[in-house]
């Protein structure tokens, strides 16, 4: 694997970690958009937002696919999901090895080989889901809190 290959799957892995994430599209001409990231084209930087709004203004636009070659930047306008905090929060408690695993490419932890936790919250059912459940919820919390 070349150094460049590897840079290269690394930044386009990072331009989709924004995708259905809040952020704000700045123009080269000063035009700013902020919506929810739902397609980039890593290679042009060209991006699809729904429910955008231009710099101070109040109408909503549904859905608008900007150029790339006129994209100064794109940021995120929230603070991303720890997911390496709570798998130490979940470590805490599973403390066998192989018990907690990250996907980190996936955004996606999974707990005794069957419940799985994204951002989005806890998938599974029964006593282990419900402990990561309420695990999940109290670090989501204080997240929240520390913004």
Same mark, same amino acid.
């Given at each position: 694997? +070349?150094m460049?290959?590897?840079?290269k799957? +690394? /930044?386009?892995?990072?331009?989709?970690?924004?995708?259905n994430? =809040?952020?704000?599209?700045?123009?080269?001409?000063?035009?700013? /958009? %902020?919506?929810?990231?739902?397609?980039? !084209?890593?290679?042009?930087? $060209?991006? #699809?937002?729904?429910?955008?709004?231009?710099?101070?203004?109040?109408?909503?636009?549904?859905?608008?696919?900007? !150029?790339?070659?006129?994209? +100064?930047?794109? /940021?995120?306008?929230?603070?991303?999901?720890?997911? *390496?905090?709570?798998?130490?929060?979940?470590?805490?408690?599973?403390? &066998?090895?192989?018990?907690?695993?990250? /996907?980190?490419?996936?955004?996606?932890?999974? #707990?005794?080989e =069957?419940?799985? %936790? +994204?951002? $989005?919250?806890?998938?599974?059912?029964?006593?282990?889901?419900?402990?990561v459940?309420?695990?999940?919820? &109290?670090?989501?919390? $204080?997240?929240? *809190?520390e913004?």
């Amino acid at each position: 694997m +070349s150094m460049i290959g590897a840079a290269k799957r +690394s /930044y386009q892995k990072e331009i989709i970690a924004f995708t259905n994430k =809040r952020v704000a599209v700045v123009l080269k001409d000063g035009r700013k /958009y %902020v919506g929810e990231l739902k397609g980039v !084209n890593p290679e042009t930087l $060209t991006c #699809v937002l729904i429910k955008a709004k231009r710099d101070n203004e109040t109408t909503e636009i549904h859905r608008i696919c900007l !150029n790339g070659d006129q994209i +100064s930047e794109i /940021y995120l306008e929230e603070a991303p999901f720890d997911l *390496m905090g709570l798998k130490d929060e979940l470590e805490q408690i599973f403390r &066998r090895p192989g018990d907690v695993k990250v /996907y980190d490419e996936a955004g996606l932890i999974v #707990v005794l080989e =069957r419940v799985k %936790v +994204s951002e $989005t919250g806890v998938d599974g059912t029964g006593p282990v889901a419900d402990r990561v459940r309420a695990i999940f919820d &109290r670090y989501a919390k $204080t997240q929240t *809190m520390e913004e």
